[in-house]
């Protein structure tokens, strides 16, 4: 699905709900009502567009008095489903919602450079990008074209960011990675050098107050697509592949691998050199000692240290008896 759209900050666009078919591969509706907004069943109007992922939803909105509303086709043929002209069919109602949400409300930014920002020298800043209030940008840094860098958000010399990339309030890009050399005579730590830099590609999201390091002698990379919650910490060297889910409160320590696919539940503790597997899940609290390699696609892990979700709750239950 495309969810490309333009417009200024708050530039809210309308459509008619064939159009939002259009946009959605979705079968479309009887009724053509000229849409501006997404809405919760509750006080919907007839200007506004609502979603259902299963029965009990879709009779709910049936009696509202939206002008529009995404099914899943898994409902199509029930019973009084087909029947109200407004019902557009999609195959995923919830994410042909988000899409819509989207191209709906425009673009959503404004681009430039706010006067509060501080930038350095020899740094690229794409088009259509906003830097807001407080932001430092260091010397040498590339920001692809399309961001929203948000209020007092630090991107240390030399980051790269791709398009469409979002930053949250305060996050920390390119940092020092946490490395030390030890003296074994005098207990001193002394710390290693910490010159790589941070690649993040194109459309990654990245939430408040997260801090990602920059490598060590490589680098640090998020893939195209990752969603990264507030609170998160990556350490230096990681590779955080496409597509990846992190929540809030996870660490990640150095030199680990998270691959395509992967979704790491909140509060997640990942030791270093490990590496989850292409579509692994994490539950929350997970944890995964240093140098492990968790895999199997669309496997559920969890607990620490972490294991299949079978072995984690047959554990339990054996706690349980003594």
Excluded at 1 to 24: F, N, Q
Excluded at 266 to 282: D, K, N, Y
Aim: aromatic share 4%; with cysteine.
């Amino acid at each position: 699905m495309e969810d490309s759209s333009g417009g200024g900050r708050g530039d809210l666009l309308m459509a008619k709900a064939r159009k939002i078919a259009e946009w959605l591969g979705a079968s479309e509706a009887g009724a053509d009502a000229e849409i501006a907004r997404v809405s919760g069943l509750e006080g919907a109007t007839a200007d506004a567009l609502v979603f259902a992922v299963d029965q009990a939803a879709l009779d709910a909105a049936v009696a509202t008095k939206a002008g529009a509303i995404l099914a899943s086709a898994k409902l199509k043929g029930t019973d009084g489903a087909a029947a109200d002209a407004r019902i557009l069919w999609v195959k995923d109602a919830r994410l042909g919602f988000a899409v819509a949400a989207r191209r709906l409300a425009g673009r959503a930014l404004e681009a430039g450079v706010h006067p509060t920002a501080v930038v350095g020298r020899d740094v690229v800043i794409g088009p259509g990008t906003a830097i807001g209030p407080g932001v430092v940008v260091g010397d040498g840094a590339r920001i692809g074209a399309g961001c929203d860098i948000q209020a007092r958000v630090t991107i240390y010399p030399g980051v790269v960011l791709g398009d469409e990339v979002v930053v949250q309030a305060g996050a920390v890009l390119g940092s020092t990675g946490f490395g030390y050399a030890r003296d074994g005579e005098t207990g001193e730590y002394v710390l290693f050098p910490q010159q790589g830099r941070l690649v993040v590609e194109d459309r990654v999201e990245i939430g408040a107050n997260t801090t990602i390091d920059r490598g060590a002698l490589g680098e640090t990379r998020i893939g195209r697509g990752t969603k990264i919650d507030n609170l998160v910490h990556i350490g230096h060297n990681c590779v955080i592949g496409r597509n990846v889910v992190i929540a809030a409160q996870t660490g990640i320590s150095g030199s680990s691998v998270v691959e395509d696919g992967a979704v790491l539940g909140g509060q997640v503790g990942i030791g270093e050199h490990a590496t989850v597997g292409e579509g692994v899940i994490l539950g929350g609290g997970a944890g995964v000692l240093s140098g492990k390699k968790m895999r199997g696609k669309g496997e559920v892990f969890w607990g620490r240290p972490a294991r299949p979700l079978k072995e984690y709750l047959r554990d339990l239950a054996r706690l349980k008896q003594r």
